[in-house]
């Protein structure tokens, strides 16, 4: 497994960027509001990242030999591969909580302060779990 680069991530990101904005637009266009992700989207993508690297500490710990257990090599394989999952979701959704940014600020009215900071919140909650799958993808 090779290690997850910058490119794919910059790619995730700038795909959900587009996506992003595109939603908004078809949405203002058919005369709809425009897309504010839940407030609870935040949080999860926070505990995911919590998780991701939780389960990776054990993992290297044993690698390092500071634990009497045996290194399952399919429980370190799938976590790695969790932990690379997540870095691109995380990627994904920060891209696309920019796209909605951009849309935003690119319209002559001024945003609500709710719709706003839960999107401020999913772009940097993002940003914290791609940072978390290359932490734990690292550590295992």
Request: glycine share 10%; with cysteine; aromatic share 6%.
């Amino acid at each position: 497994m090779k290690r997850t680069g910058a490119t794919i991530l910059l790619v995730a990101a700038l795909v959900g960027l587009v996506v992003g904005f595109l939603v908004d637009t078809v949405l203002t266009s058919t005369g709809r509001p425009t897309f504010v992700p839940a407030a609870s989207l935040p949080t999860i993508l926070v505990l995911l990242g919590a998780v991701v690297v939780a389960f990776a500490v054990p993992i290297f710990r044993a690698s390092r030999g500071r634990s009497g257990r045996r290194i399952d090599p399919f429980r370190a394989l799938r976590i790695a591969m969790l932990a690379k999952a997540s870095s691109l979701v995380g990627a994904a959704a920060t891209g696309f909580a920019l796209g909605l940014l951009a849309f935003v600020f690119t319209r002559p009215f001024t945003p609500s302060l709710g719709s706003l900071g839960s999107i401020i919140a999913t772009a940097v909650c993002g940003a914290l779990l791609v940072v978390a799958g290359l932490v734990a993808e690292q550590l295992c």
